[in-house]
């Protein structure tokens, strides 16, 4: 049975009436846990208020279907919101159309101050783990500061928003990227406390920021090429040896000439074909077969490391937490990893 409430309610259960209110941080006042009030469920929400940023950190369970009304109402001072949903399943209508949100997906929208809106429902479905950071700014002085750097291949749209000569609300969704793993988990598991924590919370949440604002740049596709049957063949191949010897690769020239392809030919396949360059897909094996041994936990985190054909362990740590959002260690210790 879904519990139904008004947003009005909603606040007042959470926010104003919570006895679980804790202050993580004794040396930062604005870090503020609201624990989730038990007749809806587990978890929290961590306001952390930054230099004109405003930092949501959302780990909550919900016991049964959950309905937020919102009554009709005007927005006198507008928001912009970057968000990061790690793991999480819920719909909203905000804009009258409903807009269902799953994990693995980010979302920057921005509202423009003075504007009208119809009532609204916000439905969070039962027993689904949301897990998600969202990055709301006070105001778009943060982004207008770059307006002299902006990226004309940025969506025209998001460009007139950045300039302030747009009448329009926008909403642009997309999945996460790898790059955005790391910091997020570095939020979420931030390891400072006062100034110190709040100049490094604010480097992540810019951080993503950039990486939110590079996934929205169009970018030119490599040119395309019809392969016949026996390239693709060929193509696999190149597969096939490269993790074969993935201890000591062969280069990319080395590569095409032990499958009778030409270098370029190889390259533009292996992304048609496997989603990913000749060495990125090699990457990619190598941080998987070493999480499968490290979770297995019958390997040294040395052993694992040569085992992938990464001679210095300290590189190997560096990129398996690049990958993972973990290090090596704590992947074998059985913290939980989010794959990218």
Same mark, same amino acid.
């Given at each position: ?195 110190? #924590? ?99 936990? #019958? ?42």
């Amino acid at each position: 049975m879904a519990n139904i409430i008004s947003q009005a309610e909603y606040q007042e259960i959470w926010y104003n009436s919570n006895k679980n209110t804790q202050y993580p941080d004794p040396l930062d006042s604005s870090d503020i846990i609201y624990s989730c009030p038990e007749q809806f469920g587990i978890g929290c929400d961590r306001y952390i208020e930054l230099r004109d940023i405003n930092l949501l950190i959302r780990n909550q369970k919900y016991h049964d279907d959950l309905q937020i009304f919102c009554e009709p109402y005007q927005d006198e001072f507008g928001s912009i919101e970057f968000g990061f949903n790690l793991s999480a399943n819920y719909t909203s209508n905000r804009f009258d159309t409903a807009v269902k949100r799953g994990g693995k997906e980010n979302f920057l929208q921005w509202e423009l101050p003075e504007q009208e809106y119809n009532a609204s429902v916000d439905t969070f479905f039962k027993n689904e783990h949301c897990l998600k950071v969202d990055i709301h700014l006070e105001s778009s002085d943060i982004l207008n500061n770059f307006a002299r750097c902006i990226n004309q291949e940025l969506p025209p749209d998001l460009i007139k928003m950045i300039e302030g000569k747009s009448q329009q609300n926008y909403i642009e969704n997309n999945q996460l990227t790898p790059a955005m793993y790391l910091p997020l988990q570095q939020i979420i598991n931030c390891p400072f406390q006062g100034m110190t #924590k709040q100049i490094y919370l604010e480097a992540k949440c810019l951080e993503l920021i950039a990486l939110k604002l590079e996934q929205l740049t169009k970018t030119k596709p490599l040119k395309s090429i019809t392969f016949k049957p026996r390239d693709i063949e060929k193509i696999h191949r190149a597969r096939d040896i490269l993790i074969f010897q993935q201890e000591n690769p062969p280069s990319l020239l080395d590569l095409a000439q032990k499958v009778g392809i030409n270098d370029n030919k190889l390259k533009i396949g292996f992304r048609q074909v496997f989603g990913t360059t000749v060495f990125g897909y090699l990457h990619n094996h190598r941080m998987e077969i070493a999480r499968q041994l490290l979770q297995d936990g #019958k390997m040294r985190v040395a052993t694992v490391a040569n085992e992938v054909g990464y001679a210095n362990p300290g590189h190997f740590a560096a990129a398996f937490k690049r990958k993972f959002g973990v290090s090596p260690s704590e992947c074998k210790a059985g913290k939980k990893i989010f794959e990218t």
